[in-house]
């Protein structure tokens, strides 16, 4: 009989994508291990989960995760060492009962979600099963399709230093399986590569792995994805449709409540923002908007929802931060169809779940999200496929901690 009781945890601090530390963590029943490491946000709504830095100057200049580190080799081992590495729920609920604040700013909701996740992966290594097949059986899914790559080719924002006021822009591709989506993307990329340095303009990349030029105005992105697509040889609005993360919190002024655009030096109030991307979504079809307003402007997301919430996806990413109470809220108020998740907005994979169930209940689309800082743990993945996502976004076609998610993806095509 397998030994299926926690004997052993190890963490370790390891780079993100962005050089940056994270923790990466190790769980042992028996034999048998499970291991899963943490990403880290740049752009991250003040209702998060708290990271938890170390503050030392001396090291990765204050960003160090050894104090993570010891919590889960301490204080966490010791809460859950001997349980069963199947029992999710009661693992999650030890560290949260330990660490016993609301943002889990104690034990840190790096260190707390390291071990969540290589709890679950664990269990799929006891089970000998894909881990898609563990969660989803797990938490009562069925696996019936995999979700819509959201490629991530322009970046702006805090993620870029191209001057765009909007963070992301992504190509939607409309048919195909995944690995066809995934070739039509790749295609559209690099054919964007092309006409960008035809033009003059930097080719190098954003965080997301998303091309970074110092563009005249955010309009102008869409018109190069527009372009691109159409020289790649395929349609806009049939073969590719396009969204955006304009993640506004992020030029948002709370002071004086209005939408400060410096790109396209323009200015918008709550009451009127929804009118950009209106023009936006008639001139070149937007599907998806994400953060389309501030985290705290509910005029501006109640007004959006009206005159939008019919034709186009509109996701909530700052505002719902992956909470249940939030997006309960939203449901509540008329505010958004969408919700993104990212794990480590929350901090345990129990709430996470939650999130999800939340969701969908109501009827609001999932998208499953990476971060910025990302490492090449393909967790996201597997969640993604475990809970009928209907979208999800790993950054552009290119990166490997980004193509780690989509070659997984694919992997796991040729075997449902």
Not at 15 to 25: A, H, Q, V, Y
Not at 60 to 74: I, M, Q, S
Request: aromatic content about 8%; proline content about 2%.
């Amino acid at each position: 009989m397998k030994q299926t009781k926690i004997t052993k945890i190890v963490a370790q601090e390891i780079l993100d994508s962005r050089g940056n530390p994270t923790i990466e963590t190790t769980i042992w029943a028996g034999a048998i291990s499970g291991s899963a490491s943490v990403p880290s946000g740049a752009s991250t709504g003040t209702h998060e989960a708290v990271e938890l830095r170390d503050g030392d100057k001396r090291r990765y200049l204050g960003l160090g995760v050894r104090k993570a580190c010891k919590n889960v080799t301490g204080t966490i081992f010791h809460a859950v060492k001997g349980m069963d590495c199947r029992d999710q729920q009661k693992i999650d609920q030890a560290m949260l009962a330990l660490d016993g604040t609301i943002n889990k700013s104690k034990l840190g909701a790096n260190a707390i979600l390291s071990v969540s996740l290589a709890a679950m992966r664990l269990s799929a290594e006891m089970q000998q099963k894909p881990l898609y097949k563990t969660i989803a059986q797990h938490y009562n899914y069925k696996p019936r399709a995999l979700p819509v790559p959201l490629f991530n080719v322009i970046n702006g924002g805090v993620h870029a230093d191209s001057g765009l006021d909007i963070q992301e822009y992504f190509l939607i591709p409309q048919r195909g399986t995944f690995a066809e989506r995934l070739r039509q993307g790749s295609e559209v990329y690099h054919t964007l590569k092309k006409i960008l340095a035809s033009d003059g303009y930097s080719v190098g990349l954003g965080d997301e792995g998303g091309f970074a030029p110092h563009l005249g105005a955010n309009e102008q992105a869409l018109k190069y994805l527009s372009r691109a697509i159409k020289q790649a040889g395929y349609k806009v609005k049939t073969d590719f449709r396009l969204g955006i993360d304009a993640a506004a919190s992020e030029f948002f002024n709370s002071e004086r409540e209005v939408y400060k655009m410096k790109a396209s030096r323009l200015n918008y109030k709550p009451a009127s923002i929804y009118k950009l991307y209106q023009k936006w979504v008639k001139d070149y079809g937007l599907q998806i908007i994400e953060d389309g307003c501030a985290e705290e402007d509910f005029l501006g997301w109640q007004l959006l929802t009206k005159h939008l919430g019919k034709q186009t996806l509109l996701v909530g990413d700052d505002l719902f931060v992956t909470d249940t109470a939030r997006i309960q809220n939203g449901v509540i108020n008329g505010i958004a169809n969408a919700a993104l998740i990212k794990v480590n907005q929350i901090g345990t994979l129990t709430e996470t779940i939650a999130a999800i169930k939340m969701a969908q209940s109501n009827n609001y689309e999932i998208v499953i999200s990476h971060r910025s800082g990302e490492t090449t743990d393909s967790f996201i993945a597997d969640l993604a496929v475990a809970v009928n996502a209907k979208y999800i976004k790993a950054g552009a076609p290119a990166r490997g901690e980004r193509l780690a998610k989509y070659n997984r993806l694919v992997e796991i095509e040729q075997n449902l």
